[in-house]
């Protein structure tokens, strides 16, 4: 039998190859494939993720101690590999989606303002939330009226 990391090593690469699938479909269906290279990275994360399951596997089939220890070991680097990769996707989503994320929490967060202060309820903190975000209230009553 092999040693216990084979075991852990075969599920949790099946699960990470399912995260990497989901991020190169979610890209492909987003149409954000063809600007950036994350769905190429995660294509080669989820290949390196899919062989140390193989070795993982092969390490766990296999009644040859030796032959067991290598396979064992490669499938080993190989994880360790694909998790660097799987931290660098994250790393790389988070960097090219952070300012659409960003502008559309600051969005809301005007939104919200604008709702209040048009409401007439406690219009001091609000009007100094505004002062502190160096925000022209006209200009923001423009450009949220265009909605």
Not at 126 to 133: A, C, K, R, T
Request: charged share 15%.
């Amino acid at each position: 039998m092999a040693n216990k990391t084979s075991q852990h090593i075969l599920g949790t690469s099946a699960n990470l190859l399912g995260f990497c699938l989901f991020v190169i479909t979610s890209l492909h269906i987003a149409n954000k494939s063809e600007g950036s290279l994350i769905d190429e990275f995660t294509s080669i994360v989820a290949l390196f993720l899919t062989i140390s399951s193989v070795f993982s596997f092969i390490s766990i089939k296999t009644e040859d101690k030796q032959r067991e220890k290598k396979f064992e070991l490669l499938a080993d680097y190989l994880f360790i590999i694909s998790l660097i990769g799987v931290f660098g996707i994250i790393l790389f989503i988070i960097v090219n989606f952070w300012s659409k994320i960003t502008d559309s929490f600051l969005l809301l967060h005007f939104f919200i303002i604008y709702y209040l202060y048009s409401k007439s309820w406690t219009k001091k903190p609000i009007i100094s939330l505004i002062q502190f975000h160096s925000i022209n209230i006209q200009e923001l009553t423009v450009y949220l009226d265009s909605f």
